[in-house]
C-alpha cells in the first residue's frame, strides 16, 4: 500500500462512511422505495414497477406542479440575474454607493425565506396590505386584490418575493465579476471605437459568462428546490396555483403518507436538476476563454 | 470568438470644433446615463429598505395600535415591549439554544470534513478520486426530499425523531459537498512543492496538513462558515419535518413559524421574533461579507 493511500482512508474515511449513510444511501433507498406502494403508515410493501413513474406522469395534480416549477425556474433564470446584473453595472459607475450598498444589500439574502415570506405576506395582504394601500392612495382601488388568495396572482406574487430576494444574489456575484474585469480591455473597445452597447454585447457578456454559470447553476438549483418560501406563504394554495415540487412530495408524503409516490416525484426532480445543471455546465465550458 | 473586435474610426476629426462638439456630447451623455444609474439605484434602494423598514418597525409597535392602524402606518409610539414580551413568555431562548446546538456542531463537522476530503483529493490524488469527488459533488444536486422519505424512517427506527440529532447529522453530511468542492480547488492552488519541502524536513503528512496548510486555508474556511451556518440556521425543512412533535426541540425558524400559526393577528409579536430570529445571520454577514463572495466564487469558478 503507498503510504498516501493510506492518509487519504484515514483523512477521508469518516466523512465519506457519513456522507454514504445520511445521502448517498438513502438515494439509492429512495430509488428502491420508488417502485413500491411503500405507505407511512403501513408495514408491508409491494413492487409495482413503473407504476408510481406512470402515475406521476398521468395525475394531474403532478403535472401541474412540474408545470409550475418549469416556469418558475425559466423565469428565475430570467428576471433575477438580468435585474442583478443591471444594478451591479449601475453600482459600478456609481461608485461613491456601491460600498454602502453592498453592505446593506446582505441583509436580503442573509435573513431566512420564512422572514421574506412573512413580510411579503403582510406586503400582499387585503386590507392594509402595502400594495393595497398604496393602490388606494393612488386612487386605483379597483385594482385592488388578495394577492395571495386570488388564484390568478398568488404564484407570480410568492414568485416575486423570492426573485426579491434572489435578485440581490445574483448582484453581488456580478458586482465581483465586474471588478475582475481589467478596465483596460473596456478602454481599448472604445478607442477602436466599439459604442456602449458594444462594449456590453463584445466584451462584457464573455468575459461575464463564468459568472453567468455560476449565477445561473445557483438560482435554478434555488428555483428546483423551492420549498421553505411556498411553505411561508402559501403551503401550495389557493387550490394548488403555487403547488411546486418540493412541496408536493412534501403533501404526498406527510398528508397522503405515500412514500413510494413521494420517492417517484423527487426523483424526478433530482433528474430534471441534473439535466438542468449538465445544459448550464455545458453552455458555460464552451463559451469560455480559459483553457 | 476574439476578445476585442476592432472597429477602425473614421469619425470627422478635421476642425477642432467638431471635436469640441463631440467631446461635450459624450460628457452629457456620460452624465445621463450616470443619472439614469442613480435613478435605477434609488428604486432598487427603495424595494430592499422598505420591507426590512416593515418589519423592524412593526416589531416596535404595540399590537393594539397595528390593529388599529394598520402594519404600514407611519405613525405610532415606538416600544421594546413586543420584544420584552417574545423573550419572556415564548420559547424564544429555546428556540434560539436549540438553533446554536445545530448549527455550531454541523457547521464544524461540515468544514472539517470537506477540508480533509478535498486535501486528501488534491494532494494525495488516490486511485478512483475522480469518481468520489464526483459523488460528492453530485450532493448539490440532490433535492432534500429525495433523502426525506428514507430518512425519516431510518430516523424513526433509530429512535432520534423529535431530538436535534438529524438536522446535526443531515447538515454535516449535505454540507461535505460544497466544502469539498472549494477547498478541493483552493488547495489545488497551493503548490505541491510547500508540501514536500515540509515533508523533506520530516514532517508527517498529518503536520504538513495541520502546520502548514490549514493556516494557509484560513480565507477558503471563513467564507465556507459563512455560507455553512446561513444555511443551516435559515433551514426550517429539516426541523419542520423532524421534530414537529415537541416544541421544545425546535429551531428558531421552526418557532417563527409555529408563533405564525398560533397568533394570526399578533403581527408585534411575529415581527420583534423575526427580528430576532434574523440578527445571528446578518451580523455574520456584516462580518464576513468579503469572504463569502470569494467562498461562492472559489467553489464553481476554478475547476
Known amino acids: 500500500?503507498?503510504?498516501?493511500?493510506?492518509?487519504?482512508?484515514?483523512?477521508?474515511?469518516?466523512?465519506?462512511a457519513l456522507f454514504a449513510a445520511i445521502v448517498v444511501l438513502p438515494t439509492a433507498m429512495a430509488l428502491r422505495l420508488s417502485f413500491t406502494d411503500a405507505s407511512l403508515l403501513g408495514q408491508t410493501s409491494e413492487w409495482i414497477g413503473f407504476d408510481n413513474f406512470v402515475e406521476a406522469f398521468t395525475n394531474e395534480h403532478v403535472r401541474k406542479s412540474i408545470r409550475i416549477t418549469l416556469v418558475w425556474t425559466l423565469f428565475g433564470a430570467l428576471i433575477p440575474p438580468a435585474l442583478g446584473l443591471a444594478v451591479a453595472m449601475a453600482l459600478q459607475a456609481n461608485t461613491r454607493f456601491a460600498a454602502v450598498m453592498k453592505s446593506a444589500l446582505f441583509v436580503p439574502i442573509s435573513i431566512s425565506l420564512v422572514v421574506v415570506g412573512q413580510v411579503w405576506i403582510w406586503i400582499y395582504q387585503p386590507g392594509d396590505g402595502l400594495i393595497n394601500q398604496l393602490l388606494g392612495m393612488a386612487g386605483l382601488d379597483s385594482l385592488e386584490e388578495a394577492w395571495l388568495?386570488?388564484?390568478?396572482?398568488?404564484?407570480?406574487?410568492?414568485?416575486?418575493?423570492?426573485?426579491?430576494?434572489?435578485?440581490?444574489?445574483?448582484?453581488?456575484?456580478?458586482?465581483?465579476?465586474?471588478?475582475?474585469?481589467?478596465?483596460?480591455?473596456?478602454?481599448?473597445?472604445?478607442?477602436?471605437?466599439?459604442?456602449?452597447?458594444?462594449?456590453?454585447?463584445?466584451?462584457?457578456?464573455?468575459?461575464?459568462?463564468?459568472?453567468?454559470?455560476?449565477?445561473?447553476?445557483?438560482?435554478?438549483?434555488?428555483?428546483?428546490?423551492?420549498?421553505d418560501l411556498v411553505f411561508a406563504m402559501t403551503q401550495g394554495g389557493p387550490v394548488r396555483e403555487t403547488e411546486t415540487m418540493p412541496m408536493l412530495v412534501w403533501?404526498?408524503?406527510f398528508r397522503q403518507h405515500e412514500q413510494g409516490l413521494a420517492s417517484a416525484v423527487s426523483l424526478i426532480l433530482f433528474a430534471m436538476t441534473l439535466v438542468v445543471i449538465g445544459g448550464l455546465t455545458w453552455w458555460g465550458r464552451r463559451g469560455s476563454y480559459v483553457d | 470568438m476574439s476578445t476585442s473586435t476592432a472597429h477602425p474610426v473614421a469619425r470627422g476629426q478635421g476642425a477642432a470644433e467638431g471635436a469640441a462638439e463631440a467631446h461635450e456630447a459624450a460628457r452629457r451623455g456620460r452624465a445621463l446615463r450616470r443619472r439614469a444609474g442613480m435613478a435605477l439605484i434609488v428604486v432598487f434602494v427603495a424595494l430592499y429598505l422598505v420591507p426590512v423598514a416593515g418589519v423592524v418597525s412593526t416589531s416596535l409597535k404595540t399590537n393594539a395600535e397595528i390593529a388599529e392602524r394598520g402594519i404600514w402606518a407611519l405613525t405610532g409610539k415606538l416600544t421594546l415591549a413586543n420584544y420584552i414580551d417574545v423573550w419572556s413568555t415564548a420559547n424564544t431562548v429555546r428556540y434560539l439554544i436549540n438553533s446554536f446546538q445545530v448549527a455550531i456542531p454541523a457547521v464544524a463537522v461540515s468544514i472539517a470534513g470537506g477540508t480533509l476530503i478535498g486535501y486528501a483529493l488534491s494532494k494525495f490524488r488516490p486511485r478512483g478520486g475522480t469518481l468520489i469527488q464526483l459523488v460528492i459533488v453530485s450532493g448539490l444536486f440532490v433535492p432534500p426530499q429525495v433523502l426525506l422519505v428514507p430518512l425519516f424512517t431510518m430516523f424513526r427506527t433509530l429512535d432520534l425523531l423529535n431530538t436535534l440529532w438529524p438536522m446535526i447529522l443531515i447538515h454535516s453530511a449535505v454540507g461535505f459537498s460544497i466544502c469539498t468542492l472549494v477547498m478541493r480547488n483552493f488547495f489545488d492552488q497551493i503548490p505541491d512543492s510547500l508540501r514536500y519541502a515540509a515533508l523533506i524536513d520530516g514532517a508527517s503528512e498529518g503536520d504538513v496538513f495541520w502546520r502548514v496548510m490549514l493556516p494557509l486555508a484560513r480565507p477558503?474556511?471563513?467564507?465556507?462558515?459563512?455560507?455553512?451556518?446561513?444555511?443551516?440556521?435559515?433551514?426550517?425543512?429539516?426541523?419542520?419535518?423532524?421534530?414537529?412533535?415537541?416544541?421544545?426541540?425546535?429551531?428558531?425558524?421552526?418557532?417563527?413559524?409555529?408563533?405564525?400559526?398560533?397568533?394570526?393577528?399578533?403581527?408585534?409579536?411575529?415581527?420583534?421574533?423575526?427580528?430576532?430570529?434574523?440578527?445571528p445571520t446578518v451580523v455574520v454577514f456584516f462580518v464576513f461579507q468579503k469572504h463569502f463572495v470569494r467562498g461562492l466564487l472559489s467553489g464553481a469558478l476554478k475547476e
Do not use: C
Not at chain 1, 1 to 16: A, D, E, V
Open chain 2, 220 to 279: 477558503a474556511l471563513a467564507a465556507l462558515a459563512t455560507l455553512q451556518f446561513t444555511f443551516i440556521w435559515n433551514d426550517f425543512l429539516y426541523p419542520l419535518v423532524f421534530t414537529s412533535a415537541r416544541d421544545d426541540v425546535a429551531t428558531i425558524m421552526l418557532g417563527l413559524l409555529n408563533v405564525k400559526g398560533q397568533f394570526t393577528v399578533a403581527y408585534g409579536t411575529q415581527a420583534s421574533l423575526a427580528v430576532i430570529a434574523s440578527i
Open chain 1, 149 to 227: 388568495a386570488n388564484r390568478s396572482t398568488a404564484l407570480y406574487a410568492v414568485f416575486a418575493a423570492w426573485a426579491w430576494q434572489q435578485t440581490v444574489l445574483a448582484m453581488i456575484l456580478y458586482l465581483a465579476g465586474l471588478t475582475s474585469i481589467p478596465g483596460e480591455l473596456v478602454e481599448a473597445a472604445r478607442v477602436d471605437g466599439a459604442g456602449h452597447f458594444q462594449v456590453f454585447r463584445r466584451v462584457m457578456v464573455p468575459l461575464l459568462r463564468p459568472i453567468t454559470t455560476v449565477v445561473l447553476s445557483l438560482i435554478a438549483i434555488n428555483s428546483l428546490r423551492n420549498f
Open chain 1, 1 to 16: 500500500m503507498r503510504p498516501t493511500t493510506r492518509w487519504s482512508l484515514l483523512f477521508m474515511g469518516p466523512p465519506i
Open chain 1, 251 to 253: 403533501r404526498i408524503l
